[in-house]
């Protein structure tokens, strides 16, 4: 039935089933649209948030995916800047993730936000000395640039690139893509910095402060490190997701290889200054604000997410992305890249509810933070979002340059 | 620190928790100047809106050594040099110090309802309106004309009163003075405090009350390790309330 809008020389599932997916995609869409709906007709009282906790599960999420999708600025960085040509293979699907990841954060900040209506606000009063300000100027920013990195794929829709305009249009794009991924990487270290920063500056939260270099705390390029070292590893798990679900080999093993390869590198590097940074606000920044490392981690958010993000889910794929024979078994790579990725979920976690579930008087307690179906909901739709606009890219667009190549129809 | 030390003024608060019976008469005096909205299940103290703070402190003790404080806390003002913790993060300019003052600020109508400003204060001075504001037949009528009321999604806090510092403003000028007398303005809370624990004014003037008392040896600041440099002073003889004051290792 769609045979038509479907590249020449690949095979696809049937209509029928296809459709079938989509219905479960468009099921939890649902579910979160709802709670969406919710929250913004009867407010923020919907969520469990409250004044101790300003920041939750939407906040945890926006961050997570945007540092996973730090792939698609990371990846075109590697192709077009630095010139990894066995990486073309794999840059069509980090922009798609990259640009379901920023979009998909943007839709859950407009809900975060008690008066979305004057979300403008940010741009026609902006204070430049808010780290938050930055944010959203880069995420804007970059926003924009993963849609016009993401517009070439679409022009090169089989029906589309019969339209010469279209075709020369998306030609074009492709041949100055070199100026857009350089753009990406500035905009998008500078917003995932931001997003550490916002932490950061918070001098008033022991738990979060961190000195730093010029107007930038240490998390300002953690966060940095952090998003360029898990990006790579989800743009990873999707690659292999797709060609588990599709049986296909979609790109070279060379790709995904190399991708492995540096970013296991990465993750080690971000590491090394990560165990320096805890160290040193352990005993150095906390005890200053008179408080002890071991207060810091009280139940439920004791020791152990510390042990998880940094043991488990850091040195641990660090581990396996550095060994040659590990990396390059699937099933190896992928609990490596699962971890990274877990890894980095758990230190947005800890940066934005245990910070604020510990209590800075000392005739103060500490709080509990637990989440209502109208976070959950909003937030798996933000994963159904991701599966919607892949599935719908891989069924459509040539997201995969060798797939033809890889496998011949006979 | 904040405030224009030329102009010589920067508003301030002492609280002294030892005459404190914590009645709470501050707090409703708050309540009802701002036109704070409440609900009728204020259980959830986590999404009520508090102004000012009372505090019930305990030295951990049981009984004949038990002791029992109470310690108001409005917000704190902080005289953070070059800002505050809420107004340097606020993305909108929706909070400022106001630097003739040292007064920090609150626009309702410009703030986005982001909650970084609540996630940055150690104090938990700042509140968000998780509900539309509702006030019961005839409370309506009986709200303050000179504070607008907030609306749902936005955060607001303690002003210290600023527009009763506006009108005794303009009470001098048109008695042709460009300086306020002491007491002329002072905060709600101030003023219903029974038991006078409750001291304002210009800590810039050093024959003011509020300076002196400032200058107390009993005389603490909340969480003065972090640097937030609050212009709210509490003055106690007991060790046990001011060691509850700060974290110490």
Known sequence: MDSALIPEGVKRCSFRSFCLWLLVIFAVIGWGVLGGFLVLWKGLNQTGLNDSFGFGLYITADLAVIALGAGAFFTGFLTYVIGKKELKDIISLAVV????????????????????????????????????????????????????????????????????????????????MVVFAATGTFLSFFHQGSLGGLYGVMFARPFAFREGFFIWPWTFFLFVASAIASGPALTILVCMMLQGITRKQLVKREAISLLAKVTGYLLAFYLVFKFLDTWWWATSTAPAMGISFSEFYQAPYGIWLLIAELGVCGILPAIILLTPRAREDDVWLIIACVLNCAGIVINRFVFTVQNLALPVLPFESLEVYVPTWQEWAPTAALIAYGALLLSVSYRYLPMFPRERELNPLD | ??????????????????????????????????????????????????????????????????????????????????????????????????????????IPVRCIGCRYCISACSYHARYFNWWDPKWPKPMEEMLTPDVSTRMRGVVEKCTMCVHRLQLAKEKAFIEGRRELHEGEYVPACVEACPAKAMTFGNLFDSHSEVAKLAKSPHAFRLLERLGTEPKVYYLSTQDWIRKLSDNVI
């Open chain 1, 97 to 176: 993730v990259g640009f379901i990841c920023y979009t998909g954060a943007q839709v859950v900040l407009l809900l975060e936000i008690g008066q979305p209506i004057r979300g403008w606000f940010s741009f026609w009063h902006p204070n430049v000395h808010s780290m938050l300000t930055e944010v959203i100027f880069c995420i804007t920013c970059y926003t924009i640039v993963l849609t016009i990195e993401y517009l070439p794929l679409i022009l090169e829709n089989r029906q589309l690139d019969k339209v010469p305009e279209f075709h020369f249009f998306s030609h074009n794009l492709h041949e100055i």
């Open chain 2, 1 to 106: 620190m904040s405030g224009n030390k030329a102009n010589g003024i920067r508003y301030g608060m002492v609280i002294d928790v030892d005459k404190c019976t914590g009645c709470m008469a501050c707090s409703v005096a708050c309540q009802q100047e701002n036109n704070v909205s409440f609900r009728e299940d204020e259980t959830n103290k986590l999404r009520s809106i508090t102004w000012l703070e009372v505090y019930s402190l305990d030295n951990g003790k049981s009984y004949p050594e038990h002791r029992q404080a109470y310690l108001p806390r409005p917000c704190l003002h902080c005289d953070t040099p070059p800002y505050p913790p809420c107004t340097f993060v606020c993305p909108v300019n929706a909070t400022q110090r106001d630097e003739e003052t040292g007064l920090v600020n609150h």
